[in-house]
């Protein structure tokens, strides 16, 4: 059985008062959920404090991003053991935003999915094509080229650590969706290449993520390869955060 997860990135956004008034409201409409969806709450890190004292049965807390080393000098950075002694159990890794604005390669997102399945932290693995290259016809070979970077190697206790999250680049905050049928194909192929790389992929979450709103979120979620989202913007709102929430099919 997949864990069905909606996970909410809220990147550079937020406030303590954001968490309080977020919060409760999740917690309260969770609890009132029988879909069997788990929520991840993923807040910049200087939050993951109240978020983590705002947490109810079903809602886990984790990072944007994590160090690729254990420990030592390296300002600025948190290490995946720091992220589960802190109580999260979640981390992003490789998010586009981290590839492209900070110029992340394979080689360090593949240090960051070590580090995290070592220290028993879920690694959310971001992958992706952008807009050239769907059109250039080498979406499924470029998202499983970063699947191959960044999983080779994992043994079997280790998988059980690992979450797909499929993002197309040019659906990340730009309003524009993958269709339910191109995002299934892709999800289909990514769990191909999951089990090509030695996973047990039938039991590997693969999430959709990019413009996930509450309009489109039962489509997406009705495929049988799409085990949830990874949601930006309409992660910020509890009402529409929630409706996803709630699009997630009822385990019957
Ligand atoms: P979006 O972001 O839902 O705002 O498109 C998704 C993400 O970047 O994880």
Redesign the pocket.
């Known amino acids: 059985m997949r864990r069905k997860i909606v996970a909410g990135?809220w990147?550079m956004n937020g406030s303590q008062l954001l968490v309080q008034q977020l919060m409760p409201e999740i917690v309260s409409e969770l609890a009132a959920l029988d879909n069997g969806v788990g929520i991840v709450i993923i807040p910049p890190a200087l939050y993951v404090a109240d978020v983590l004292k705002s947490t109810g049965p079903g809602l886990e807390v984790g990072v944007q991003n994590i160090a690729g080393w254990d420990s030592g000098a390296y300002t600025g950075e948190i290490s995946a053991s720091m992220v589960k002694d802190s109580g999260c159990g979640y981390a992003l890794v490789g998010?586009?935003?981290r590839r492209q604005l900070f110029g992340e390669t394979d080689q360090q997102i593949a240090e960051k999915v070590q580090q995290a399945v070592c220290s028993g932290v879920t690694a959310i693995l971001?992958v992706g094509e952008t807009l050239e290259q769907r059109e250039a016809g080498t979406a499924e070979h470029v998202v499983a080229a970063q699947l191959r970077a960044s999983l080779a190697g994992l043994c079997e206790d280790q998988w059980s650590y690992v979450v797909v999250?499929y993002?197309p680049v040019w659906?990340?905050?730009?309003g524009k969706t993958a269709t339910a049928d191109d995002a299934q194909a892709m999800h289909a192929a990514i769990r191909q290449e999951l089990k090509a790389l030695g996973a047990s992929a039938d039991k590997l979450s693969v999430l959709y993520?990019?413009?996930?709103k509450a309009d489109n979120a039962a489509a997406l979620f009705a495929q049988p390869d799409i085990d949830g989202g990874?949601?930006?913007?309409?992660?910020l709102r509890a009402d529409e955060f929630m409706s996803i929430c709630r699009a997630i099919p009822g385990k019957g």
């Open positions: 990135n990147k998010h586009s935003e971001c999250a993002e659906a990340i905050g730009t993520g990019g413009s996930v990874l949601i930006g913007g309409a992660s």
